[in-house]
């Protein structure tokens, strides 16, 4: 008897983290870091399910929710392993629905949820395979792998042809590289000492905590107030010494001349890269305070809605660091089409993560990235922020400032029910809780 | 006592167009032509309403009502007087939502539903001034109108003291140009003939019959396949002689290398743009098109997300005729920015219109920019598609090819009470019969 998938499920789960300004920037002043998350349910009677979500920082969730809800009708009643043998058939599917693709097309709600869909997808491919979505990828021939990827928009940068070489190219020395990664892990950097709303005494012990743990790169949020800032980038250097490379993040605050003077501004702290700047919308803003701040490094994407932009940044020469996201594309698929851009031009991607799961499901595409495409982690991190991870049922392990590579099947996505039933938002056990204190309040 | 805003009212309003593929195109096939259409009421006593909405094509109209709601908290309770006499603060209220913006930023179904809530309060401003809002637009102080756009990400194209000298200058021999539209109206041209699921008959009956009204010129869709398309351009070109021009529309279907060989086929035809070659996302693409296709004219915009592309579009070069959408973007006050930036470098807009009151709205817009900005419509025309306009109170009236200008106070944005109970989703009386009829099926 052939399994199919026999309900796609969702949840609008929201964490009161603005409660403790954990995630505070100079954009983002009081986030609830929320998840829409979706379950995939199979009559395979094999007990697994594919779980997937997309971030959100709170008011708004419902609407994410609501777009996924829309794509059920293309997800309900597929074959299981047809789905799972070829995740990219579902992706053009999604992306192509044409009355949907009005609502994008390929950004922002509508496309998030697609991405959201397509994860839970990886996820049940890779428990259904027994390997994390890492090995399931590293192990793929490339030809399948290549034939994964939408190349529209995108063929004049990258076509399938080149994929399949530098998939192939890829593998040469594979084996070697994950057994060093099942070893060592894969680096990361922290951004847990430098939110905007720590006072400075905070910020130095986190940055000192970081560095004892054994990070080589830490990030301060920037671009509220440039006397705070260089009054917090002098702490935080003199906290870590010369040698730990400080990253700073204007989360999108800037226009193009600002980004330029105010970076320059902090330049004597030796900042590593500047992220996200201006606009992530903004291609030729980048390619101009690229020009204008080095040797400080460029950096974005958590934002960039698409390939099709990061292809522009790329062609552009507007950015040294690719900061792809997990859940802000359309998924495993997408996310895939940016490695092999990146990889085409030479530049390392260091993903954004942090969040709700962030960093649970984006390791994986780094580990891919290592074992079988870019061959290194030479200048190549993984952001961690040290939140939420005990809601997942396996959540990212950090080793001596490394993402120890996951052994479970899927992509790490799976939410505990508890936590689920906790923060569903509005009627989940926390929340019915506090509206009834503010309603006798 | 203070006027309020009192409630903000949505409908999820769908007509049946797919029925007779009015609307189909290589990448739109079967198009319900949707609003998700928003009411603001106040307790002025006056029976004044601000009108607006987003046009959708069916599926997913539902998200954008939601989007829509989530705008809510933001509006209701605010000072009447006040909100009309500064739409821009709103504007930068909702867009600057810490948590919402996170869905976008400033793109797809988030910043999409901002537009349809600030284009109902310029509705409601015009009612209260009695004025349609073209002429409260043009009649505006250019200090203040310059105050009305956000220079957030275009400051280094376009600033606001830049807007202030241009709307400044624009404002002279403004009187005349008044004249000269309320006697001849704006230039129009029509798409009507060019659907791609029309026969060649129908195309070629309808294309003299643009001629014969007054239309100088027409807009054929292309891009599904080649063999037709040159088909049905050589009978559009006997059918209209040389003199007029006829545009050819994408929808986005190509890649870059795809739009220039498919465009370079249809060249001996003469077309006189090419609308939507490829991704609405990429700004190096289109430019590398219009090095390719010219002497044929690259057009976009329709779904071209916020000034910040716009901006880009224009820096890089990358088009010559820009395409507003008056419902795409943040409303009014985006739309005025993009106006400005348009005039800064002298590139034509030649205005989106059909859809749902797409035509009813951005009429407003062009009317604005000639009165009191770029002051001239050569190479201007509004797009003009004769779908669905007997739902408008006040629907636009087309002589000899030309909009008359409006002269009812507001946007022309109102749709009629029965329209809406009739086509309401899924419970109006048309629907309830059309799943009755599906029932008993």
Not at 204 to 217: H, M, P
């Amino acid at each position: 008897m052939t399994a199919r998938i026999t309900a796609l499920d969702t949840y609008d789960v929201r964490f009161p983290t603005s409660r403790e300004l954990d995630g505070s920037d100079a954009m983002n002043p009081d986030p609830d870091y929320s998840a829409a998350y979706v379950v995939l349910r199979t009559d395979a009677g094999d007990g697994l399910e594919g779980h997937g979500f997309t971030f959100t920082i709170g008011r708004g969730n419902d609407i994410q929710v609501a777009a996924i809800q829309a794509l059920r009708e293309h997800v309900v009643g597929r074959d299981v392993a047809e789905l799972c043998a070829d995740p990219g058939s579902l992706n053009r599917d999604l992306i192509g629905d044409s009355q949907l693709r009005w609502l994008g097309p390929e950004k922002g709600v509508m496309h998030m949820a697609i991405g959201a869909v397509v994860n839970a997808v990886w996820d049940l491919a890779g428990k259904r395979a027994g390997k994390p979505v890492w090995k399931l990828l590293a192990d793929a021939d490339p030809e399948w792998l290549a034939g994964q990827v939408d190349y529209r928009y995108i063929a004049d940068a990258l076509t399938q042809e080149e994929a399949v070489a530098l998939l192939r190219s890829g593998r040469e020395g594979a084996a070697e590289r994950e057994a060093a990664l099942l070893e060592r892990g894969y680096p990361g950097y922290t951004t847990s000492p430098g939110w905007l709303g720590y006072s400075d005494a905070k910020l130095t012990r986190l940055a000192k905590e970081a560095v004892a743990d054994g990070f080589t790169q830490i990030k301060l949020k920037v671009g509220a107030n440039l006397a705070d800032d260089i009054r917090r980038m002098r702490a935080a250097r003199a906290a870590v010494g010369p040698d730990i490379r400080v990253a700073i993040d204007a989360n999108q605050r800037w226009n193009v001349a600002e980004a330029i003077e105010w970076t320059r501004a902090l330049a004597e702290f030796d900042p590593y890269w500047i992220e996200e700047p201006t606009s992530p919308d903004d291609i030729l803003g980048h390619a101009a305070v690229r020009q204008g701040v080095g040797p400080v490094k460029v950096a974005t994407g958590e934002h960039v809605q698409n390939r099709i932009v990061f292809k522009q940044l790329l062609q552009a020469g507007a950015i040294d660091i690719l900061q792809l996201d997990s859940a802000r594309v359309g998924g495993v698929n997408e996310n895939l089409a940016i490695l092999l851009l990146a990889a085409k031009f030479g530049v390392p991607v260091c993903p954004h993560a942090g969040g709700v799961g962030l960093c649970e499901l984006v390791q994986h595409l780094s580990m891919f990235d290592y074992v079988a495409l870019s061959g290194t982690t030479e200048d190549r991190v993984v952001e961690y922020v040290d939140h939420l991870h005990e809601h997942f049922l396996t959540p990212v392990v950090i080793n001596n400032g490394h993402y120890a590579a996951p052994t479970a099947p899927g992509f790490s996505a799976e939410m505990y029910e508890k936590s689920i039933a906790t923060y569903r938002y509005p009627d989940g056990v926390f929340w019915a809780a506090d509206l009834e204190r503010n309603t006798a309040a």
